[in-house]
């Protein structure tokens, strides 16, 4: 991936300059069509993959959001859908050459805390990565990180705290957890979720952690918020299935919205 290349590209098209990224999970990519700024979709960046999964559209949209210049993204790469782990990380290493000092990612994740309610947000205090492979595999950039980057406090201690006072303040109450990144594309078996549960997480999705890893190598401090849009394999009865996560997160918007732009217009970069 020559992701200068992208980054020129990018910058041409009028997008520069950025304090922070954010990139919409599934089904919470709505908030890139409500604010207003200069969009590129994914299609005019030669050379940028193209996302293939329901909920996901495909583009970026520059919007000034309090005092912040705050790049959108809409629509990520997944590494089940057949992308490679330098495709997956596109988002934090293009923002970090737009200037970006900060990345908030989202997701939509299934709960495996037993406190946990569908329509829940918690904000991720770490990760495990259970994915089998890390996106820093192969030649160091060292452009962007050292070969062997540090991943303690991966989860901006002081921005993970601004989250909750933004909660606070609007009424909106959050959990807190560790999100375990799978592989995907099934979704887990019950035995697993159990195992999971034993190992510490409290969130299981098929995201976010390539992208942690390659911000964090990149120095970007990161946050990070999911949408528990379901109760993981065996915690609920019920089959699993991408419908009821969009359901879920169609009826979060609301709060999800508010929490994520009271974020953006309040933090100092
Ligand atoms: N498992 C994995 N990924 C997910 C889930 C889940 O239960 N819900 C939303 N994304």
């Known amino acids: 991936m ?7 590209q990018i910058k041409r098209k ?22 207003d700024g200069k969009t590129v979709t994914y299609g005019e960046i030669k050379g940028f ?11 970026m949209v520059l919007s000034k959001i309090g005092e912040n210049n705050v790049l959108f993204f ?28 900060t990345y908030l990612v989202t997701n939509a994740a299934g709960g495996i805390n037993p406190d946990f309610t ?30 062997f980057p540090d991943m303690t406090d991966a989860y901006n201690p002081e921005l993970r705290k601004l989250m909750f006072e933004i909660g606070d303040k609007l009424g909106i109450d959050l959990q ?19 195992m999971f549960r034993i190992l510490g997480a409290d969130a299981v999705g098929m995201s976010t952690v390539p992208e942690v890893i390659a911000a964090r190598h990149a120095g970007l401090n990161v946050a990070g918020v999911s949408c528990i849009t379901n109760l993981a394999a065996g915690v609920s009865p019920n089959p699993l299935s991408h419908k009821e996560v969009l359901e879920t997160t169609e009826k979060v918007k609301y709060h999800f919205g508010k929490l994520i732009t009271g974020f953006l217009e309040t933090v100092v970069i």
């Open 2 to 8: 020559d992701y200068i290349n992208l980054a020129e």
């Open 14 to 35: 009028g997008i520069d300059n950025i304090d922070l990224a954010v990139v919409l999970g599934s089904g919470l990519g709505f908030l890139a069509d409500e604010v």
């Open 49 to 59: 993959p193209k996302p293939t999964v329901e909920g996901h559209s495909g583009k």
């Open 74 to 101: 809409q629509g990520r790469f997944h590494y089940y859908e057949g992308y490679s782990m330098k495709e997956v990380v596109v988002f934090p290493r293009i923002a970090k050459l737009l200037g970006a000092k």
């Open 118 to 147: 569908p329509g829940d947000l918690m904000v991720i205090k770490d990760h495990l990565n259970l994915m089998g492979t890390n996106p820093l595999i192969g030649k160091n950039y060292d452009i962007f990180g050292p070969r």
């Open 176 to 194: 807190s957890g560790v999100y375990a990144a799978l592989t995907g594309p099934s979704y887990e078996t019950p035995s697993e979720i159990k």
